[in-house]
């Protein structure tokens, strides 16, 4: 078992670019979210899913757009990068639901210049 | 208002010596969980332990124990004997039901064990 896998582990953009920030689980978990680590700020939510085609905003969201085609992948994409957007992203995937242990990637640290 | 509130921001203590990190978190369930995440300085974010608001029992693993009290809403957590590997930002979280599947995370305490 991988479990939760995100690449790449850093990247680097100009303003105004987008990318897709990629996240892939292997423990068959129904549940996966985005988060972003900002300092002094602990984790903050961005999109979270609850089963395969199904999305839904976190507390964040803006800037930033989700899909999960299937259970296993659940990427991220920026769709015009800004500084504000500088931080380093978690993925994280559970079984169920609120109640289940979350599960994190090793994370992906942007930059925006 | 911050729902879990890690008033520590940065602790340091020498080798061998015990230390308790302080977790104090706010909400109107009566179902919720609590959580405890280890971050060292490598960056990836390591599950320690998972408690439901029922169960009131203190958890002890190894060198690590927890102490969960409703009446003062906290969740404190102990190392005993620290090492240097006990290094690193420990994160308290609060999951609840009406929480449209978010984890609260407190600001994270950052441990520096001195050899």
């Known amino acids: 078992n991988a479990g939760v896998t995100q690449t790449p582990k850093f990247q680097v953009l100009k303003t105004g670019q987008s990318m897709t920030l990629q996240c892939a689980q292997d423990?068959?978990?129904?549940?996966m979210s985005w988060y972003r680590q900002d300092p002094g700020m602990g984790l903050r939510l961005i999109h979270y899913?609850?089963?395969?085609?199904?999305?839904d905003q976190g507390e964040v969201p803006n800037g930033y757009n989700v899909s999960r085609s299937t259970t296993e992948d659940f990427p991220l994409r920026l769709l015009s990068a800004a500084p504000s957007q500088t931080s380093v992203y978690f993925c994280?995937?559970?079984?169920?639901?609120?109640?289940?242990?979350?599960?994190f990637g090793p994370g992906t640290r942007l930059t925006v210049l | 208002a911050q729902k879990v509130t890690q008033a520590q921001t940065e602790i340091s203590v020498v080798e061998k010596e015990d230390v308790t990190l302080d977790c104090v978190y706010e909400?109107?369930?009566?179902?919720?969980?609590l959580f405890w995440y280890k971050q060292p300085p490598s960056g990836e974010l390591v599950f320690l332990i998972r408690?439901?608001?029922?169960?009131?029992q203190n958890e002890i693993s190894g060198r690590y124990s927890w102490n969960f009290q409703k009446s003062t809403s906290s969740f404190n957590f102990t190392i005993t004997a620290s090492q240097v590997v006990d290094s690193a930002v420990y994160f308290c979280?609060?999951?609840?039901?009406?929480?449209?599947?978010?984890?609260?995370f407190g600001t994270g305490t950052r441990l520096t064990v001195i050899p």
């Open positions: 423990m068959n978990h129904e549940y």
């Open positions: 899913s609850v089963g395969a085609g199904i999305t």
């Open positions: 979280a609060l999951s609840e039901r009406t929480g449209a599947n978010n984890l609260f």
């Open positions: 994280a995937s559970s079984y169920g639901s609120w109640r289940d242990t979350q599960y």
């Open positions: 909400t109107r369930d009566t179902t919720y969980y």
């Open positions: 408690r439901n608001s029922f169960d009131e």
